[in-house]
């Protein structure tokens, strides 16, 4: 355990916790042996850093946000104005399936091409007189059957697709953020003194970086520099966490919350219904990470997925050739119309059919960086905010007085407590000595009134 975390864990021979570490003033750090250790922890990380969602990019339909890398993704869409205008207006847009993938066009192609291998061997193999005696009617009733088959499997790929991917937004990686928040209401409310503040704030830094930890593991991403240069990781942290698997850290940051939470309210003499329901919390956290882990770590059995595919492209290519079929037969008729309405009836089979499965695939793994994939940004900005808010709101609340009424609290004159923190750092030392006149006077008071009852019993 001492390798995961970034400090010494506090044990039964008296070794000091990692909140006791936290709440030492810079006088006892000075005479400690772990100087590094204590200045790395006493940093100035706020999580109003978080904030920012970066570069934002809006126009009548959508809106985008744009990460460091240039990659595009969309936090949110307006549904009315797309139903409204309709969604050949947004046809290429960015991020329809018409954009996501140059394999799209190119199956696309290949399907045209094979229905006019079937019309041009139609042509050169039989005359007019015969094409337009041929019957059609087997190659008809052999698509009818594969057509009955195929939407019902592909409506139902879609389906669980869909399904899998809201389970991952909400049960999986919803959890993660409602722990964050709801851990950090906990503690700022009960532990709501200032000298709590490196409490709360760490707790706020490791819970972005598991959100960060987290999006890498899906990745496959190790790097932790990056991180290290915004102030969310030190180097002991950092050393600590690379000697561990991807999916081990972000679960590595919610044991770090929870000791601190606990070592806290310990230290605070909270009830224990409020260790508990942080631990809780902290437990829900690390459930949503393992439910992330196993929904991308277990996909849909391959050969249900194959057959799928397989039929789709069955279908799609005896349609191609039945209708290649149909334009030649059609032409030697003179129903010129026949043979236009067979080839938009194989472009859009096609365009239909690839567009279910450019979506079905692009949402199957949504912590990546493309345009549908989940807007890493905006999440981390959001619940940042949400954090920071909480955080902030402890100040002007109103505190209870002894009579029950309310009351708002003195307002903390920081450039005063600034002032006067080198003196107190003087006096710190003969504080208790100080304190020890009155305490005996007290004693040798109370111990005269007992001697002058003694003689009345």
């Known amino acids: 355990r001492s390798a995961l975390c ?26 400690s042996d772990d100087e590094s250790t204590m200045d790395s922890l006493n940093d ?26 240039g990659q595009v993704q969309i936090v949110r869409y307006d549904l009315a104005k797309m139903v409204k205008w309709s969604a050949c207006r947004t046809l290429f847009y960015h991020g329809t399936a018409f954009t996501m993938d ?15 291998v079937a ?25 009818k059957q594969v057509n009955e088959f195929v939407p019902f499997m592909v409506g139902y790929f879609v389906a669980v697709s869909l399904q899998r991917w809201w389970d991952l937004r909400v049960k999986a990686l919803g959890r993660v953020f409602d722990s964050f928040v709801n851990v950090s209401m906990l503690v700022a409310c009960e532990l709501s003194d200032e000298k709590w503040s490196t409490v709360h704030m760490h707790i706020s830094k490791y819970g972005v970086a598991s959100i960060e930890l987290l999006w890498q593991a899906a990745r496959n991403d190790a790097q932790l520099q990056d991180m290290q240069e915004r102030g969310l990781l ?99 008729k003179k129903d010129y119309a026949s043979a236009f309405y067979q080839v938009i009836g194989c472009f859009l089979i096609g365009v239909v059919y690839q567009a279910i499965f450019g979506i079905a695939y692009a949402i ?15 999440y981390r900005a959001y619940h940042a905010a949400l954090v920071d808010a909480i955080l902030k709101a402890q100040q002007p609340c109103p505190v209870v007085i002894q009579d029950g009424r309310l009351t708002r609290p003195r307002v903390r004159d920081d450039r005063k407590h600034a002032s006067q923190a080198p003196q107190a750092g003087q006096s710190e ?18 111990m005269q009134a007992a001697r002058a009852q003694q003689p009345a019993s």
């Open 6 to 31: 970034p400090w010494r864990i506090g044990s039964a021979m008296g070794t000091p916790s990692a909140i006791e570490q936290l709440q030492q003033p810079a006088s006892a750090n000075a005479e």
């Open 44 to 69: 100035t990380w706020d999580v109003a850093q978080s904030m920012d969602i970066g570069q934002e990019r809006q126009n009548k339909f959508v809106e985008q946000v744009i990460d460091p890398k």
């Open 102 to 116: 140059s394999v799209f066009y190119i199956n696309i192609m290949l399907q045209m091409v094979l229905q006019l």
């Open 119 to 143: 019309f041009g061997a139609m042509m050169l193999a039989l005359d007019d007189s015969s094409r337009e005696a041929f019957d059609l009617q087997p190659m008809r009733a052999l698509l």
């Open 234 to 332: 030190t180097d002991t942290e950092i050393n600590g966490l690379a000697e561990q698997y991807l999916w081990q850290r972000p679960m590595s940051m919610w044991a770090w919350i929870m000791r601190i939470c606990l070592n806290a309210l310990d230290h605070n003499r909270s009830t224990a219904s409020l260790s508990n329901h942080v631990m809780k919390e902290c437990i829900k956290a690390r459930e949503g990470l393992a439910l992330i882990n196993t929904y991308l770590d277990t996909q849909l059995p391959f050969a249900y997925v194959h057959v799928i595919c397989f039929m789709v492209n069955l279908q799609n290519v005896t349609y191609a050739i039945v209708s290649g079929m149909a334009c030649a037969t059609s032409l030697a």
């Open 364 to 378: 199957a793994d949504p912590f990546g960086e493309a345009v549908l994939d989940f807007p890493l940004a905006a």
């Open 429 to 446: 030392k003969p504080a208790p000595q100080a304190m020890r006149a009155p305490e005996a006077m007290q004693a040798a008071q109370a």
